[in-house]
Protein backbone atom coordinates (compact mmCIF):
# COMPACT_ATOMS: atom_id res chain seq x y z
CA UNK A 1 0.00 0.00 0.00
CA UNK A 2 1.01 3.32 -0.75
CA UNK A 3 2.23 6.24 1.80
CA UNK A 4 -1.03 7.92 0.33
CA UNK A 5 -3.15 5.32 0.72
CA UNK A 6 -2.09 4.97 4.36
CA UNK A 7 -2.78 8.78 4.93
CA UNK A 8 -6.19 7.92 3.24
CA UNK A 9 -6.96 5.69 5.78
CA UNK A 10 -6.04 7.63 8.85
CA UNK A 11 -8.03 10.49 7.77
CA UNK A 12 -10.49 8.74 7.62
CA UNK A 13 -10.57 6.83 11.25
CA UNK A 14 -9.75 10.18 12.95
CA UNK A 15 -12.95 11.53 10.65
CA UNK A 16 -14.85 8.69 11.78
CA UNK A 17 -14.04 9.13 15.70
CA UNK A 18 -14.91 13.00 15.43
CA UNK A 19 -18.20 11.67 13.47
CA UNK A 20 -18.72 9.39 16.68
CA UNK A 21 -17.89 12.33 19.46
CA UNK A 22 -20.57 14.52 17.81
CA UNK A 23 -22.59 12.03 17.88
CA UNK A 24 -23.00 11.89 21.23
CA UNK A 25 -22.86 15.59 21.72
CA UNK A 26 -26.46 15.25 19.49
CA UNK A 27 -27.94 12.63 21.70
CA UNK A 28 -26.83 15.05 24.84
CA UNK A 29 -28.50 17.96 22.79
CA UNK A 30 -32.01 16.11 21.79
CA UNK A 31 -32.40 15.10 25.57
CA UNK A 32 -31.65 18.68 26.61
CA UNK A 33 -33.29 21.19 24.82
CA UNK A 34 -31.96 24.32 26.76
CA UNK A 35 -28.19 23.32 26.28
CA UNK A 36 -27.28 25.98 23.45
CA UNK A 37 -28.83 28.13 26.11
CA UNK A 38 -26.64 26.51 28.96
CA UNK A 39 -23.77 26.28 26.95
CA UNK A 40 -23.88 30.22 25.86
CA UNK A 41 -24.43 31.00 30.11
CA UNK A 42 -21.24 28.79 30.98
CA UNK A 43 -19.08 30.39 28.10
CA UNK A 44 -20.25 33.57 29.46
CA UNK A 45 -19.52 32.93 33.38
CA UNK A 46 -16.14 31.82 32.65
CA UNK A 47 -14.90 34.12 29.92
CA UNK A 48 -16.47 37.38 30.74
CA UNK A 49 -13.46 38.91 31.62
CA UNK A 50 -9.56 38.59 30.80
CA UNK A 51 -8.59 34.55 30.25
CA UNK A 52 -6.02 33.88 32.93
CA UNK A 53 -3.91 30.85 33.39
CA UNK A 54 -6.62 28.82 34.65
CA UNK A 55 -9.70 29.99 32.81
CA UNK A 56 -9.35 26.90 30.72
CA UNK A 57 -9.37 24.52 33.32
CA UNK A 58 -12.22 25.92 34.84
CA UNK A 59 -14.04 25.95 32.05
CA UNK A 60 -13.57 22.55 30.59
CA UNK A 61 -14.91 21.46 34.51
CA UNK A 62 -17.53 23.12 33.61
CA UNK A 63 -18.41 22.08 30.32
CA UNK A 64 -17.64 18.13 31.11
CA UNK A 65 -19.84 18.19 34.18
CA UNK A 66 -22.77 19.68 32.10
CA UNK A 67 -21.95 17.32 28.81
CA UNK A 68 -19.95 15.05 30.95
CA UNK A 69 -17.86 12.28 29.22
CA UNK A 70 -19.11 11.29 26.12
CA UNK A 71 -19.81 15.00 24.80
CA UNK A 72 -17.87 17.31 26.82
CA UNK A 73 -14.16 16.30 25.17
CA UNK A 74 -15.36 17.17 21.72
CA UNK A 75 -16.64 20.41 22.69
CA UNK A 76 -12.82 21.22 24.18
CA UNK A 77 -11.28 19.93 21.27
CA UNK A 78 -13.49 21.97 19.11
CA UNK A 79 -13.08 25.22 21.15
CA UNK A 80 -9.35 25.05 21.44
CA UNK A 81 -9.10 26.53 18.12
CA UNK A 82 -12.30 27.09 16.62
CA UNK A 83 -11.20 28.90 13.48
CA UNK A 84 -9.61 26.11 12.06
CA UNK A 85 -11.98 22.94 13.64
CA UNK A 86 -15.65 24.37 13.58
CA UNK A 87 -15.67 23.61 9.78
CA UNK A 88 -13.91 20.59 9.87
CA UNK A 89 -16.80 19.51 12.77
CA UNK A 90 -19.27 20.90 11.06
CA UNK A 91 -18.47 18.99 8.19
CA UNK A 92 -19.67 15.90 9.64
CA UNK A 93 -22.26 17.19 12.60
CA UNK A 94 -25.80 17.35 12.87
CA UNK A 95 -27.50 20.48 11.89
CA UNK A 96 -28.23 20.74 15.66
CA UNK A 97 -24.99 20.31 16.86
CA UNK A 98 -23.52 22.59 14.09
CA UNK A 99 -25.67 25.70 14.96
CA UNK A 100 -24.65 25.06 18.52
CA UNK A 101 -21.12 25.21 17.48
CA UNK A 102 -21.77 28.43 15.30
CA UNK A 103 -23.62 29.78 18.19
CA UNK A 104 -20.83 29.66 20.61
CA UNK A 105 -18.07 30.27 18.30
CA UNK A 106 -19.65 33.42 16.96
CA UNK A 107 -19.92 34.90 20.71
CA UNK A 108 -16.79 33.63 22.36
CA UNK A 109 -14.04 32.57 19.59
CA UNK A 110 -12.27 34.61 20.21
CA UNK A 111 -11.96 34.27 23.98
CA UNK A 112 -11.95 30.39 23.85
CA UNK A 113 -8.80 30.81 21.56
CA UNK A 114 -7.54 33.52 24.08
CA UNK A 115 -8.14 31.18 26.93
CA UNK A 116 -6.45 27.81 25.51
CA UNK A 117 -3.54 30.14 24.67
CA UNK A 118 -2.95 31.38 28.73
CA UNK A 119 -4.15 27.94 29.70
CA UNK A 120 -1.01 26.41 32.57
CA UNK A 121 0.90 29.76 31.70
CA UNK A 122 3.38 31.85 34.26
CA UNK A 123 0.60 34.54 35.26
CA UNK A 124 2.73 37.46 35.34
CA UNK A 125 3.81 36.38 31.95
CA UNK A 126 3.19 38.85 29.06
CA UNK A 127 0.13 37.58 26.53
CA UNK A 128 -0.84 41.08 25.00
CA UNK A 129 1.82 44.66 23.49
CA UNK A 130 0.07 47.73 22.78
CA UNK A 131 2.33 50.03 20.95
CA UNK A 132 1.99 53.71 20.16
CA UNK A 133 4.56 56.11 18.55
CA UNK A 134 4.13 59.48 19.65
CA UNK A 135 5.70 62.62 17.81
CA UNK A 136 6.06 65.44 20.03
CA UNK A 137 6.89 67.83 17.57
CA UNK A 138 6.51 70.73 19.21
CA UNK A 139 9.21 69.49 21.52
CA UNK A 140 11.23 67.84 19.00
CA UNK A 141 10.96 64.55 21.06
CA UNK A 142 9.52 61.06 20.38
CA UNK A 143 8.53 58.42 22.88
CA UNK A 144 7.50 54.58 22.27
CA UNK A 145 4.12 54.33 24.72
CA UNK A 146 3.95 50.60 25.66
CA UNK A 147 0.52 48.91 27.58
CA UNK A 148 1.41 45.04 28.20
CA UNK A 149 -1.07 42.80 29.46
CA UNK A 150 -0.25 39.82 31.21
CA UNK A 151 -2.22 36.57 31.90
CA UNK A 152 -3.41 37.37 35.00
CA UNK A 153 -5.24 40.23 33.55
CA UNK A 154 -3.27 42.91 35.05
CA UNK A 155 -1.82 46.09 32.82
CA UNK A 156 1.47 47.99 32.62
CA UNK A 157 2.21 50.72 30.98
CA UNK A 158 6.22 52.25 30.02
CA UNK A 159 6.67 55.03 28.48
CA UNK A 160 10.10 56.40 27.32
CA UNK A 161 12.22 57.29 24.28
CA UNK A 162 13.43 55.40 21.69
CA UNK A 163 17.25 55.21 23.11
CA UNK A 164 16.62 54.50 26.72
CA UNK A 165 13.59 51.63 24.77
CA UNK A 166 17.04 50.21 23.25
CA UNK A 167 18.93 50.23 26.05
CA UNK A 168 16.25 47.93 27.65
CA UNK A 169 16.39 45.86 24.90
CA UNK A 170 20.25 45.20 25.35
CA UNK A 171 19.71 44.15 28.36
CA UNK A 172 16.79 41.53 27.89
CA UNK A 173 19.17 39.73 25.33
CA UNK A 174 21.96 40.30 27.90
CA UNK A 175 19.67 38.28 30.24
CA UNK A 176 18.43 36.00 27.81
CA UNK A 177 22.12 34.95 26.92
CA UNK A 178 22.61 34.02 30.80
CA UNK A 179 19.32 30.86 30.35
CA UNK A 180 22.34 29.57 27.50
CA UNK A 181 20.04 26.59 26.51
CA UNK A 182 19.16 26.78 22.61
CA UNK A 183 16.25 24.31 23.68
CA UNK A 184 14.63 27.15 25.39
CA UNK A 185 13.19 28.82 22.35
CA UNK A 186 11.13 27.60 19.64
CA UNK A 187 12.68 28.21 16.06
CA UNK A 188 9.84 30.78 14.89
CA UNK A 189 10.68 32.58 17.84
CA UNK A 190 14.77 32.82 16.92
CA UNK A 191 13.52 33.55 13.37
CA UNK A 192 11.14 36.13 14.21
CA UNK A 193 13.79 37.94 16.30
CA UNK A 194 16.70 37.66 13.75
CA UNK A 195 14.55 39.26 11.37
CA UNK A 196 13.51 41.90 13.86
CA UNK A 197 17.22 42.85 14.02
CA UNK A 198 18.02 42.83 10.60
CA UNK A 199 14.82 45.44 10.16
CA UNK A 200 16.13 47.43 13.06
CA UNK A 201 19.53 47.60 11.69
CA UNK A 202 17.84 48.66 8.27
CA UNK A 203 16.48 51.75 10.42
CA UNK A 204 19.60 52.90 11.56
CA UNK A 205 20.94 54.20 8.03
CA UNK A 206 20.78 57.30 6.76
CA UNK A 207 17.78 58.01 4.59
CA UNK A 208 15.85 61.25 2.99
CA UNK A 209 12.65 60.64 3.26
CA UNK A 210 11.93 62.67 6.29
CA UNK A 211 9.05 62.21 8.28
CA UNK A 212 6.07 64.54 9.59
CA UNK A 213 3.70 64.42 12.15
CA UNK A 214 0.94 66.52 13.89
CA UNK A 215 2.02 67.14 17.28
CA UNK A 216 1.04 64.15 19.49
CA UNK A 217 0.10 62.14 16.65
CA UNK A 218 0.51 58.63 17.38
CA UNK A 219 0.29 55.68 15.09
CA UNK A 220 0.01 52.11 16.96
CA UNK A 221 0.13 48.23 16.80
CA UNK A 222 0.19 45.03 18.85
CA UNK A 223 2.20 41.87 19.20
CA UNK A 224 0.84 38.78 21.25
CA UNK A 225 2.82 35.50 22.81
CA UNK A 226 2.17 33.02 20.55
CA UNK A 227 0.68 29.99 21.98
CA UNK A 228 3.30 27.69 23.63
CA UNK A 229 4.62 24.43 21.74
Known amino acids: MTDQGVAGQQEDGATDDLKLALGKLADVIQGRPNARDDLLAILSAHLDGPPGPDTWDKLSQALLSYFEADAGPVLLWVFEAPGERVPTANGVATKEVAYLLDSATALY ?63 FITYLGYVGDGSSYTEDTLTGLREAMTAFEATLKPTDAGQTSETGASVGDEAKEPAST
Open 109 to 171: GPRLESASQANGQIPDDWALVRRHIVNYQGEGRVALRLEITKYNGDVALLECNPNSLANLCRW
